[in-house]
C-alpha cells in the first residue's frame, strides 16, 4: 500500500512540475516601439540662436518607411509643410545632414527618461551663414 501512495505522490509530483512549465514559443513578444511614447504628444519648443529665442509648436510622427525613423513636423517653426527627419536610437535623436527650407540641417538630441521633455542641439547652414541652435521641447498635450 505505501508502494502505490509513493508512487501515486510521485505521479502527482511529475505531473504538476510539467504542467506549470510554459512553452517561451507560445508567448509572443510584444510589439513595442518606442516611436510611440512621442509621436503621441504635441510638443511645444522653445529655440535659442544666440540672444533671439522663438516659441513655437512641433509635432513628432512615426516613418512610415523606416522603423527607427521620425519626422518633426513645423520644425524652427517653418510651417507645418516643413519636416526635418530624424534616426531614434534609445533615447537619442539624429538628424542626419539633410536640408530643410533651404538650409542644411545636422545636430543630436536627447529624450528624458520620463519621455515629457527633449533637448536638442543643431546646426542650420545655408550659403551665407552658420547658425547654431539649441531647443527644448516640453511635451505638452496628446495629440490625435
Known amino acids: 500500500m505505501k508502494k502505490v501512495l509513493k508512487i501515486t505522490a510521485l505521479f502527482i509530483f511529475v505531473l ?3 504542467s506549470s512549465c510554459q512553452n517561451d514559443e507560445d508567448t ?3 510589439n513595442f516601439d518606442p516611436r ?8 511645444k519648443c522653445k ?10 509648436e512641433m509635432t513628432i510622427k512615426k516613418s512610415e518607411t523606416a522603423s527607427d525613423e521620425i519626422i518633426f513636423t513645423n520644425f524652427h517653426n517653418w510651417s507645418t509643410s516643413q ?3 530624424a534616426i531614434l536610437t534609445g ?11 533651404a538650409f542644411k540641417l545636422s545636430g543630436q538630441g536627447t529624450i528624458a527618461d520620463n519621455m515629457q521633455s527633449i533637448t536638442m542641439a543643431y546646426t542650420l547652414n ?4 552658420e547658425k547654431n541652435v539649441t531647443a527644448l521641447l516640453t ?5 490625435k
Open 16 to 18: 504538476v512540475l510539467f
Open 28 to 30: 509572443p513578444e510584444p
Open 36 to 43: 510611440d511614447d512621442i509621436s503621441a504628444v504635441k510638443w
Open 47 to 56: 529655440t535659442t540662436e544666440g540672444d533671439a529665442v522663438s516659441e513655437f
Open 83 to 85: 519636416e526635418a527627419t
Open 91 to 101: 533615447n537619442v535623436i539624429t538628424f542626419k545632414e539633410q536640408t530643410v527650407n
Open 126 to 129: 545655408d550659403e551665407f551663414e
Open 139 to 143: 511635451a505638452s498635450a496628446v495629440s
